[in-house]
Each structure stands twice: as C-alpha cells, then as structure tokens.
C-alpha cells in the first residue's frame, strides 16, 4: 500500500522491532522495514488508510506508521511490545492505534 516507506509514503514511520525468524524464545534482529510475512499488515492497513481508486479505507487521509513485534512465527516479548508502543507515540502521531496479529 503506498508503494513504499518513509518520507514520501503512506507508511511514514516504523520498525521492525524482531525481524521475520524470531519466535517469542530466540534473540530478535531487528531492521528498519516492519514488513509481515503473511500480508496481515498490509490488509489492516488497507482497511484503515487506503485512499482509492477502488477502494477507500475508514481514514484515506491518514498518515500510517507500522511497528512490527512478531516474526513470522512464535509469540512475543512484553520488552518488545513496550518499545513498539514508546516508538509510536514518539514518532509524533496525533492518534494511536495498536493492531497486533498474533501468529499461532
């Protein structure tokens, strides 16, 4: 969705706070692309900010930020939701919302 992140993008912010082999019991490795693996990021956004021409989102106008905390398989470490969630609010955001897909 947007064709990109960063400045120029719908997705103006993020992280990849573990990176895609993590599981909730090994050591993270994170990078600055918070891409899914399966594509659940990319629908959820979709539903929130797309902004046409065939389809339009609850908040076309919106700017998006994205913090990933699961790898593609496994659970997560409340050290690493902690940081996502300092990381969105300090990116600037007027309003927050936290969507996590937890993989089984």
Partial sequence: MGGGFGPRYKFRFGHDFVGDNYNGENTPKPDP?????????THVSGTIGANGPLFYGVAPDA?????????CEGTTANDI???????????????SIFLFHANA
């Fill in 33 to 41: 692309y918070p891409f899914d693996c399966g594509g659940h990021g």
């Fill in 63 to 71: 700017t998006l930020g994205m913090y990933r905390v699961f790898g």
């Fill in 81 to 95: 939701l902690i940081a996502a969630f300092s990381a969105a609010k300090q990116s600037g955001g007027k309003y």
